[in-house]
């Protein structure tokens, strides 16, 4: 299993967004959709940033103190004004398709990442692979 390649297992067909979105948009994606890391790329599909689900909600909850209502307001007129590129984790760790499992695993012991982008050797977004998909792999055929 570890010198399975994450081409066999990363996750391909990605909801990205561009940097220039606005958080409220990203909102609306992480509530749409059953997804916890956002890509942001560029218009040529190059690996800009990310954005966890976990980044997002901190990001609520630091705008929110008392009365929940009045701070939900401030909290979507702030949305409406910071971008994708704002929020975003720039340092990022990448690999690429042919890198193996065990690469990755040393990654998420090292790092504590949840999930990390797939690039080519352009720096074009080609995947991902979070722990839920080692997880899977490592189980996959048995039955609970």
Do not use: W
Not at 34 to 57: A, F, R
Not at 101 to 129: M, Q, T, W, Y
């Amino acid at each position: 299993m570890e010198n399975t390649t994450l081409s066999e297992i990363m996750v391909t067909n990605l909801i990205t967004v561009n940097p220039l979105k606005t958080m409220d948009k990203v909102e609306k994606v992480f509530n749409e959709n059953n997804i916890h890391h956002l890509p942001v790329v560029n218009e040529k599909n190059e690996l800009l940033g990310l954005i966890s689900k976990t980044d997002y909600c901190q990001l609520l909850d630091s705008f929110t103190f008392l009365n929940k209502e009045v701070e939900e307001k401030k909290n979507k007129r702030l949305l409406s004004t910071l971008t994708a590129r704002d929020v975003m984790t720039k340092q990022l760790a990448k690999l690429k398709p042919s890198d193996t499992i065990s690469i990755a695993l040393g990654f998420f012991r090292e790092n504590r990442f949840h999930a990390i982008p797939i690039v080519d050797d352009n720096n074009k977004l080609v995947g991902i692979v979070s722990t839920l998909d080692l997880i899977n792999h490592a189980y996959k055929g048995m039955v609970a």
